[in-house]
């Protein structure tokens, strides 16, 4: 197979989360020669599968095989890669099997390397992510096995392909909050104490306000609410408490003891209840870093674009592979389409994709 026909194979695999449809199994003896360990838990599937070709440094490729629902009104058979007007229609042909194509080609491709090639690859990305990457990167930090460098092949670019890559992500913080208050009878609010009223009040000082300045990579921490309710659906009763929802997209200026200090400040005087939750800390690899510096050549090289860094948008797995002291960065094909009716990209980007994890690796012990 060349990358395209991998690719076209990977999207006519139906691989809804956390089912893998078979891929891991397809790719472990597709990557013949490599030595594979299965980190399966429950129903979900985890494959680490690597070659050491000497005593160099050890390069990871990491991604998933699973992607969400298709969902309805799609003009072609979402799980049939159809090539048309330019393009390459599928569910996961942007997020993210075209990474995974141009990433396993390459390594199936590469017959000298001066250290280690690997692929860490889970089919619980797309879903609540306990039992994918985190349970491999358990297995290979107790292994002695973690790499020293990552590439996660996510969509990262935005109007051209190569215009971006990510060097790191924002963390996320939920905030859960219940503001009490006393119910009472709407026509006697002396005898009450109102939720609703009192929110209101101070709302306007906290939503949508940034809780820092941002820096030269991230943007300003924000506090967005989510979620309020309250009340009984009726007119006559003034509700008991009332329930809000918020999150917080922080940088690393902004932590959770800032959070709680600015709920207390705008709080101050009323009895409530606040818990805090993180999906997922910020990171930043350094940019002077061989994984940027070589990533960043060959996009150049390839696409003659200069690939700005950048920490924008959601989550990937780099959230808890940066952690363990790896250099992690996201490079993949534009990101316009991912999780949408008529997901797409081009045959001409997963080539190009391909054709940079070649480079990426040709130059690294170089």
Not at 285 to 306: M, N, P, Q, R
Not at 312 to 327: C, E, K, L, Q, W
Request: charged share 25%; proline share 3%.
């Amino acid at each position: 197979m060349d990358v395209v026909e991998l690719f076209k194979h990977f999207v006519n695999t139906k691989s809804e989360t956390p089912d893998d449809g078979g891929l891991l199994d397809f790719i472990e003896e597709y990557l013949e020669g490599f030595d594979a360990v299965r980190v399966d838990v429950a129903d979900v599937k985890n494959l680490f599968i690597y070659k050491k070709f000497g005593e160099g440094e050890h390069l990871c490729f990491a991604g998933h095989v699973d992607v969400v629902p298709a969902g309805n009104n799609w003009d072609t058979n979402p799980y049939e890669a159809v090539e048309k007007d330019g393009y390459i229609y599928g569910r996961g042909t942007q997020d993210m099997k075209s990474g995974l194509a141009a990433f396993t080609q390459a390594v199936k491709e590469t017959e000298e390397f001066k250290g280690t090639l690997s692929l860490l690859l889970t089919s619980d990305e797309e879903g609540e992510a306990i039992n994918g990457t985190v349970k491999v990167l358990e297995f290979l930090e107790n292994n002695d096995m973690l790499p020293d460098a990552c590439v996660v092949a996510e969509p990262t670019c935005e109007e051209r392909f190569g215009d971006a890559i990510k060097v790191g992500r924002r963390g996320s913080i939920n905030g859960y909050l219940t503001l009490k208050g006393k119910q009472g009878h709407a026509a006697y609010p002396e005898k009450a104490i109102n939720p609703i009223h009192n929110i209101s009040k101070i709302l306007g000082n906290m939503a949508g306000v940034d809780l820092d300045n941002g820096d030269e990579f991230f943007a300003p921490s924000k506090f967005v609410v989510t979620d309020i309710r309250s009340g009984m659906q009726v007119t006559n009763v003034t509700p008991n408490d009332l329930e809000m929802m918020f999150n917080v997209r922080n940088n690393t200026k902004t932590t959770q003891k800032e959070i709680l200090a600015f709920v207390a400040k705008h709080f101050e005087g009323l009895e409530y209840e606040l818990r805090l939750t993180q999906g997922s800390y910020p990171f930043k690899t350094d940019t002077d870093t061989k994984l940027v510096k070589h990533i960043d050549s060959a996009i150049e090289s390839v696409t003659g674009l200069k690939p700005k860094h950048s920490t924008a948008g959601g989550t990937s797995d780099a959230r808890f592979i940066a952690p363990m002291g790896v250099n992690v960065i996201e490079f993949g094909v534009r990101n316009d389409t991912i999780h949408s009716v008529n997901e797409r990209t081009t045959r001409a980007e997963v080539e190009a994709l391909y054709s940079i994890f070649k480079k990426l690796i040709e130059a690294w012990e170089k």
